[in-house]
């Protein structure tokens, strides 16, 4: 367990090595970030003044240590349009994605697992279609759009619920559907498959065949056999709703780092695009490491893999 | 023939497909698709960017007010819908098409390489693909596109980029099986040159992982092409596609609820329609995909 705890820790720091390479690069080829600070009508001389004030006239493999430094050093820069420390405005956006992301989860492994369910219980009859056809649906409909339908129906037409913003409990129900539905989706067609599996094996019928109540078969035999690989996708997944919380962040002004990260990008803000893809990147990399040491702690097989 | 080896033949072919209720109708769904994309100035009843503003906002044929000159309605601007969204069908088919060609020529190359090599090659192919699967993947293509600027050929080739990890990986794990087989080792007892063994020998035997890995990233990549052009991050506004028409006169949608309601079914029955042949192929060549 040691040797593996270490070699998986090491990766996850080759990562964020390489999330710095990147973030580093997109600095540097987003264009030139001292022409946004400069009017057009500005002078040469202007420019160049700029460009070492930023460093930009360094050889680049000065900038990369410089910037390193900077990094472990917590600073990494103002932002243009706020004036004040990028790393602060970022950080102050995690706890609404963090709230919008768990809330999401919270919502979606139920879901997924009670679809899953029903699904698998009642094969092949109107309920397995029914929970299939929207397991199908929930990987085909785009978050974006789902969100923009849940607005117009909910926000606008039926006015039950806020259409966009932050603060009050009401403010959280369609984002967190919106962003939910995609994994929804793909758990409830997961347990579906992985239920059928375990009710065929021999465990199942000889505890039918002990007399168990049907419910108690499935509660304390089937599922619980059947959650691990569920367990593994849910893992798998959960990273991957930080990706989608900056669409559904966007389109419902929900004030995390995503819509941070989207505003940014639209007014070139680039101290503020580097920290928020960088605090972005680190988090999926820590919950990566989280969620595959915890594995190896239940599940002694995956370490030899 | 042996039964399972005629059973499989069944399955694989035509009858195979009509076979399955949901194969065959994402095969007429998209057959429909390409139709229209390949005639969309044929089909469309309208110039897709012919604007005309005394019609603007027109509602579909079949509600009140509507008329049948534009089926669909038309948008803030008094563009068709209808013929919009039938141009639309072009960009998405033509860049998920291209990704997924890209992604997984990139891709099964470099898991060939990667697998058959050994040694150096792959443990450094492996950690460059551990650095792909450490970002989410929707955050990197957002940041490319933010620095390579709104373009067809750059939403191209970003989400080849971000694509074609997938292939690289299914394609190196098989490559690790066969190439201990020993009709390889054969080949190279003969003095089959590596490129040869690899491309001829090798190759064959993961084509079909390649193809339903292709069929099942369609789907996500067409959804991918609408969510940054969505953004601003993807195909200029000035062609028509599904995610531009949901990103633009988006203050209209409460008062018009056909503007995104159109595009919205066409990418939704188009992603629909690959998922569900890309679902059969899995079931047909590998199920452990």
Request: charged share 10%.
């Given at each position: 367990m040691?040797?593996y705890?270490?070699?998986?820790?090491?990766?996850?720091?080759?990562?964020?090595?390489?999330v710095?390479?990147?973030?580093?690069?997109?600095?540097r080829a987003?264009?030139?970030?001292s022409?946004?600070?400069?009017?057009?009508?500005?002078?040469?001389?202007?420019?160049?003044?700029?460009r070492?004030?930023?460093?930009?006239?360094?050889?680049?493999?000065?900038?990369?240590?410089r910037?390193?430094?900077?990094?472990v050093?917590?600073?990494?820069?103002k932002?243009?349009?706020?004036?004040?420390?990028?790393?602060?405005?970022v950080?102050?956006?995690?706890?609404?994605?963090?709230?919008?992301?768990l809330?999401?989860?919270?919502?979606?492994?139920?879901?997924?697992?009670?679809?899953?369910?029903?699904?698998?219980?009642k094969?092949n009859?109107i309920?397995?279609?029914?929970?299939t056809?929207?397991?199908?649906?929930g990987?085909?409909?785009?978050?974006?759009?789902?969100?923009?339908?849940?607005?117009?129906?909910?926000?606008?037409?039926?006015?039950?619920?806020?259409?966009?913003?932050?603060?009050?409990?009401?403010?959280i129900?369609?984002?967190?559907?919106?962003?939910?539905?995609?994994?929804?989706?793909?758990?409830?067609?997961?347990?579906?498959?992985?239920l059928?599996?375990?009710?065929?094996?021999?465990?199942?019928?000889?505890?039918?065949?002990?007399?168990?109540?049907?419910?108690?078969?499935?509660t304390?035999?089937v599922?619980?056999?059947?959650?691990?690989?569920?367990?593994?996708?849910v893992?798998?997944?959960?990273g991957h709703?930080?990706?989608?919380?900056?669409i559904?962040?966007?389109?419902?002004?929900w004030?995390g780092?995503?819509?941070?990260?989207?505003?940014?990008?639209?007014?070139?803000?680039?101290?503020v695009?580097?920290?928020?893809?960088f605090?972005?990147?680190?988090?999926?990399?820590?919950?990566n490491?989280?969620?595959d040491?915890?594995?190896?702690?239940?599940?002694?097989?995956?370490?030899?893999? | 023939?042996?039964?399972?080896?005629t059973?499989?033949r069944?399955k694989?072919?035509?009858r195979?497909?009509?076979?399955?209720?949901?194969?065959?109708a994402?095969?007429?769904?998209?057959?429909?698709?390409v139709?229209?994309?390949?005639?969309a100035?044929?089909?469309a009843?309208?110039?897709?960017?012919?604007?005309?503003l005394r019609?603007r906002?027109?509602?579909?044929?079949?509600?009140?007010?509507?008329?049948?000159?534009?089926?669909?309605?038309?948008?803030?601007?008094g563009r068709?819908?209808?013929?919009r969204?039938?141009?639309?069908?072009?960009?998405?088919?033509?860049?998920?098409?291209?990704v997924?060609?890209?992604a997984?020529?990139?891709?099964?190359?470099?898991g060939?390489?990667a697998?058959?090599?050994?040694?150096?090659?792959?443990?450094?192919?492996?950690?460059?693909v551990d650095?792909?699967?450490a970002f989410p993947?929707?955050?990197?293509?957002?940041?490319?596109?933010?620095?390579?600027?709104a373009?067809?050929?750059?939403?191209?080739?970003?989400?080849?980029?971000?694509g074609?990890?997938?292939?690289?990986?299914?394609?190196?794990?098989?490559?690790?099986?066969?190439?201990?087989?020993?009709y390889?080792?054969?080949?190279k007892?003969?003095g089959?040159?590596?490129?040869?063994?690899?491309?001829?020998?090798?190759?064959?035997?993961?084509?079909?992982s390649?193809?339903?890995?292709?069929?099942?990233?369609?789907g996500?990549?067409?959804?991918?092409?609408a969510s940054?052009?969505?953004?601003?991050?993807?195909?200029p506004?000035?062609?028509?596609?599904?995610?531009?028409?949901?990103?633009?006169?988006?203050?209209?949608?409460?008062?018009?609820?056909?503007?995104?309601?159109?595009?919205?079914?066409?990418?939704?029955?188009?992603?629909?329609?690959?998922?569900f042949?890309?679902?059969?192929?899995?079931?047909?060549?590998?199920?452990?995909?």
């Open positions: 040691g040797r705890v270490v070699s998986r820790s090491l990766q996850a720091v080759f990562v964020i090595l390489a710095l390479v990147v973030t580093f690069i997109i600095v987003v264009g030139d970030p022409r946004l600070l400069v009017s057009p009508e500005g002078s040469r001389e202007n420019l160049a003044q700029i070492h004030v930023l460093g930009l006239d360094a050889p680049l493999q000065v900038q990369f240590v910037f390193v430094g900077d990094v050093r917590g600073d990494f820069g932002s243009f349009t706020f004036g004040r420390p990028a790393l602060q405005l950080l102050e956006r995690v706890p609404a994605t963090l709230l919008l992301a809330t999401a989860l919270a919502l979606a492994v139920p879901t997924g697992i009670l679809l899953g369910m029903v699904s698998a219980v094969r009859t309920y397995d279609n029914l929970a056809t929207l397991a199908v649906l990987r085909a409909v785009p978050n974006f759009w789902l969100s923009i339908m849940l607005i117009v129906v909910f926000g606008a037409y039926l006015k039950w619920l806020p259409p966009s913003g932050y603060g009050t409990p009401l403010h129900i369609m984002p967190s559907v919106a962003l939910s539905a995609g994994l929804a989706a793909i758990v409830a067609r997961l347990t579906r498959s992985s059928l599996e375990v009710m065929s094996q021999d465990f199942v019928r000889t505890a039918r065949a002990k007399g168990l109540s049907e419910s108690r078969v499935l304390r035999h599922l619980r056999n059947a959650l691990i690989p569920i367990a593994t996708v893992g798998l997944q959960a709703l930080l990706g989608g919380a900056i559904t962040e966007t389109i419902f002004a004030p780092v995503g819509r941070l990260l989207t505003q940014s990008i639209y007014n070139y803000d680039y101290p695009v580097q920290t928020s893809v605090i972005i990147s680190v988090t999926f990399v820590f919950l490491l989280a969620i040491l915890l594995y190896a702690l239940i599940d002694p097989r995956i370490r030899y893999d | 023939m042996t039964d399972t080896a059973k499989k069944a694989t072919g035509l195979g497909l009509l076979n399955s209720r949901t194969a065959t994402g095969a007429v769904i998209l057959i429909c698709l139709v229209l994309a390949a005639f100035p044929l089909i009843p309208h110039d897709p960017a012919k604007q005309d019609a906002l027109a509602p579909p044929a079949w509600v009140a007010k509507g008329s049948i000159t534009h089926l669909l309605g038309t948008d803030q601007l068709d819908i209808l013929s969204v039938i141009y639309g069908t072009r960009i998405s088919l033509l860049v998920g098409v291209s997924v060609l890209l997984s020529t990139v891709g099964t190359l470099l060939l390489l697998g058959f090599l050994g040694g150096r090659v792959d443990a450094l192919l492996m950690r460059i650095v792909f699967l993947f929707l955050l990197l293509a957002i940041v490319i596109m933010a620095m390579l600027g373009s067809l050929t750059n939403i191209i080739l970003v989400l080849a980029i971000t074609w990890v997938d292939y690289a990986r299914v394609v190196r794990s098989q490559v690790l099986s066969v190439r201990e087989l020993e390889i080792t054969a080949a007892a003969l089959a040159r590596n490129p040869v063994i690899m491309l001829k020998h090798i190759l064959p035997n993961v084509v079909a390649v193809i339903v890995i292709g069929s099942l990233q369609l996500s990549v067409i959804i991918a092409e940054l052009t969505f953004l601003g991050l993807g195909i506004p000035s062609i028509p596609t599904w995610g531009s028409m949901l990103a633009s006169g988006r203050e209209y949608f409460v008062l018009a609820w056909w503007l995104p309601t159109f595009p919205g079914i066409a990418i939704v029955l188009t992603v629909l329609s690959v998922n042949l890309g679902d059969w192929l899995r079931d047909v060549f590998d199920p452990t995909l």
